[in-house]
């Protein structure tokens, strides 16, 4: 679980090379990657984006939606209106529901387009926030977003 891969990672950083870039394999989650990331990993690798996606799970900053639950099916709304992914500019929650639902191909990919999206801003806001020294003030406000939760069903 992440609290005993977080205190792994609490120790093994230290123990590599600091001038080498320190690698995790299947990780993860947001919140995983953010707390990875805090603990001096610089690269990791996951399936998750993509069989999420297929799946019809999507991250966002305001936490997880599952794009199969009926309360998207009249949602006109986007998955996420801050994002500018090709998912969230161009097509509607209720879209991207039907499509899943319908067993489209077309679902798979939106979502997954969404979620690497989504995961590649979060590792450029992370590199972004250590280079400006505001790591933890990002890390704060990454928190606090995943913690309101979806929006209101309409
Ligand atoms: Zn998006």
């Not at 320190?22 to 953010?34: E, S, T």
Request: negative net charge; aromatic residues 8%.
């Amino acid at each position: 679980g992440q609290e005993a891969m977080f205190g792994c990672l609490d120790f093994a950083p230290e123990q590599l090379p600091a001038d080498k870039p320190r690698y995790l394999m299947g990780v993860g989650k947001p919140d995983d990657i953010v707390g990875a990331v805090k603990r001096g990993i610089d690269m990791m690798d996951c399936v998750l984006p993509s069989r999420s996606g297929r799946t019809g799970q999507v991250f966002t900053r305001n936490g997880v939606v599952n794009i199969k639950n009926a309360r998207h099916a009249d949602d006109p709304r986007p998955l996420d209106e801050a994002c500018t992914c090709p998912a969230c500019s161009k097509y509607s929650r209720a879209y991207l529901h039907h499509v899943f639902r319908s067993q489209e191909m077309i679902s798979g990919m939106l979502l997954t387009w969404h979620n690497l999206h989504y995961f590649q801003e979060i590792m450029q806001g992370m590199r972004d926030a250590i280079a400006a020294g505001t790591f933890a003030a990002w890390e704060a406000d990454f928190h606090a977003g995943r913690a309101q939760g979806d929006i209101e069903p309409l």
